[in-house]
């Protein structure tokens, strides 16, 4: 894994550098949507394949987006698609999003939940949140029942785990020990 993100660093940053004298926000969405279509098994085998031209991916790579791509974004794809590095489009993605939350202060969280959280009460564990991490925050939510009941967040390198199964795990040192 550290190989593809040693490969995807370097596009990452240029795509950045060109798109902050562009519209930042706009250029993330395509590239986000276009790192998830990437992922596709078919997809990378279509594209692997050497009797493919380039532009027969990147059309497919369109017609997959359902939508119009920003011409630099476009570019950019096919540049990927050329020179054979589709498979780190994924985790460029990755790294631009980081370096636009990094310049605009923000920090991507992932919040893991049993159970669904409604709109009103995401908002409240997000500004909670944002006030113990000391910084703004963009928050994705993720289903795991495995949890049992509360919720854990990764913000960076750090975990605040309030679930029931940590604090059963916790129980459990206490009593063995």
């Known amino acids: 894994m550290a190989e593809l993100a040693t490969i995807a660093r370097?596009?990452?940053e240029a795509l950045f550098q060109v798109a902050r004298k562009?519209?930042?926000?706009?250029w993330a969405r395509q590239i986000d949507a276009?790192?998830?279509?990437?992922?596709?098994?078919?997809?990378?085998?279509?594209?692997?394949?050497p009797k493919v031209r380039p532009e027969a991916v990147l059309?497919?790579?369109t017609a997959a987006h359902k939508g119009d791509l920003?011409?630099?974004?476009?570019?950019?794809v096919?540049?990927?698609?050329?020179n054979g590095r589709l498979t780190a489009l994924p985790e460029v993605a990755a790294q631009f999003r980081a370096l636009v939350n990094a310049e605009g202060g923000v920090s991507d969280a992932l919040i893991e939940s049993a159970f669904p959280i409604e709109?009103?009460?995401?908002?409240?564990?997000?500004?909670?949140?944002?006030?113990?991490?000391g910084c703004k925050l963009s928050a994705s939510v993720t289903?795991?029942?495995?949890?049992?009941?509360?919720?854990?967040?990764?913000?960076?390198?750090?975990?605040?785990?309030?679930?029931?199964?940590?604090?059963l795990e916790q129980m459990k040192v206490s009593l063995t020990a």
């Open 10 to 12: 370097p596009y990452a």
């Open 59 to 61: 059309d497919v790579i």
């Open 22 to 26: 562009a519209d930042v926000q706009g």
């Open 143 to 167: 289903l795991d029942p495995e949890l049992i009941g509360g919720i854990r967040v990764t913000v960076g390198d750090e975990v605040l785990d309030t679930s029931v199964k940590a604090r």
């Open 78 to 82: 096919h540049l990927l698609i050329e």
């Open 119 to 133: 709109a009103a009460q995401l908002s409240e564990i997000v500004a909670a949140l944002e006030k113990r991490f």
């Open 34 to 49: 276009l790192g998830v279509i990437a992922q596709d098994a078919q997809l990378r085998q279509f594209a692997d394949d």
């Open 70 to 76: 920003i011409e630099g974004v476009r570019n950019f």
